[in-house]
């Protein structure tokens, strides 16, 4: 039902002129030449030539296999799949981790228990403090001289944590630090990454009070708001791991004859993470758990106002066995990291 001349035939300037005149009295023609220096005009004409030659082209057919005209011309068949496609991804192997994903739920803060012991949870949390964070580089926590108090927006004379700060020299060594782990990272298969972020997933699970108790001192974020920020970063890691697997499988491709041909990803390197303050644990996660699993090395730069959540995400992908210089942190001035 195509209207005439829809179709524009192309065909190289001197080749086939026979055709050429033929296919110009019924369709559009276009004739082209390469035009340019010698050599790299070989290799092109070199291209054309194989692709005519190929094992799959309606001139081997025609020529080699002797196929009829009309099979040549006739629309390509497309075979029914023999059934649904698979979405199933094998099930991992913590067996208190579903083989599908689900979200997970808020704290229900309308039944008594649960706000009661998210109360003692955050009243926990409160009498530890202060706590400490630093640098985390190549597997190793760095006493920084350079200092600086995180403090609770809605308490000014609360002290959250003492941080270490990093600085350019530091950022450096980081940088290198991940660059020699990426090779080692990158081979690894795509399950045992997973792994390591369905282990995260299952300590998040366990810890989500006290996640959520940082961010309500850290950062003043109402309860609601931060147990759907842990619950937000849970779900993150849980999907991506199983993404993961399922992009990290080579797809097949059509082969043939003495080839095997397949398609599949490769990690880019060295992932730098820089953290927003508005969902201190959920948005870092997000980033950094999918850079992971897809087999780069991270380097997390927390928000300026949230270095201890940061912190304590890096803490639990290096406890569910991220290897050292996979994944760093690097609290400090935006100017320095």
């Not at 689900?102 to 949870?121: G, I, L, M, S, Y």
């Not at 969902?279 to 087999?295: Q, S, Y």
Request: proline content about 12%.
């Amino acid at each position: 039902g195509l209207p005439p001349r829809a179709l524009e035939f192309q065909f190289l300037y001197g080749m086939a002129e026979a055709l050429q005149t033929a296919i110009a009295s019924r369709e559009r023609v276009r004739i082209y030449t390469p035009v340019g220096e010698l050599i790299p005009g070989m290799g092109y004409l070199v291209r054309r030539l194989l692709e005519n030659a190929s094992s799959q082209s309606w001139l081997f057919e025609l020529f080699e296999e002797r196929a009829p005209t009309s099979e040549l011309l006739a629309p390509p068949g497309v075979a029914p799949p023999a059934g649904p496609p698979s979405t199933t991804i094998p099930r991992v192997r913590l067996p208190d981790v579903p083989a599908t994903f689900r979200n997970v739920p808020d704290t229900p803060f309308h039944k008594p228990q649960a706000w009661q012991e998210f109360a003692a949870a955050l009243q926990q949390f409160r009498a530890s403090l202060p706590a400490t964070c630093g640098p985390l580089v190549a597997g190793e926590y760095v006493n920084s001289a350079k200092r600086q108090p995180s403090g609770n927006p809605a308490r000014p004379d609360e002290v959250i944590c003492d941080v270490g700060l990093a600085d350019i020299d530091l950022t450096r060594q980081a940088i290198e630090a991940a660059k020699q782990a990426f090779p080692a990272w990158r081979d690894r298969p795509t399950r045992e990454r997973a792994q390591v972020l369905f282990d995260a997933a299952a300590i998040m699970r366990r810890e989500r009070h006290e996640l959520a108790a940082i961010e309500i001192l850290e950062e003043a974020k109402p309860w609601r708001e931060a147990d759907a920020d842990v619950c937000e970063a849970i779900d993150y890691v849980e999907y991506y791991a199983r993404e993961g697997i399922a992009v990290g499988s080579p797809l097949g491709l059509p082969s043939v004859p003495g080839e095997y041909n397949d398609y599949r990803y490769q990690p880019r390197g060295v992932a730098a993470i820089i953290a927003p303050w508005n969902f201190p644990l959920a948005i870092p996660c997000g980033m950094m758990t999918a850079a992971l699993v897809a087999g780069n090395t991270t380097i997390l730069k927390p928000a300026g106002p949230a270095p201890l959540i940061a912190a304590r995400l890096v803490d639990i992908l290096c406890r569910a066995g991220a290897p050292p210089g996979t994944v760093q942190f690097l609290p400090g001035p935006g100017s320095a990291v």
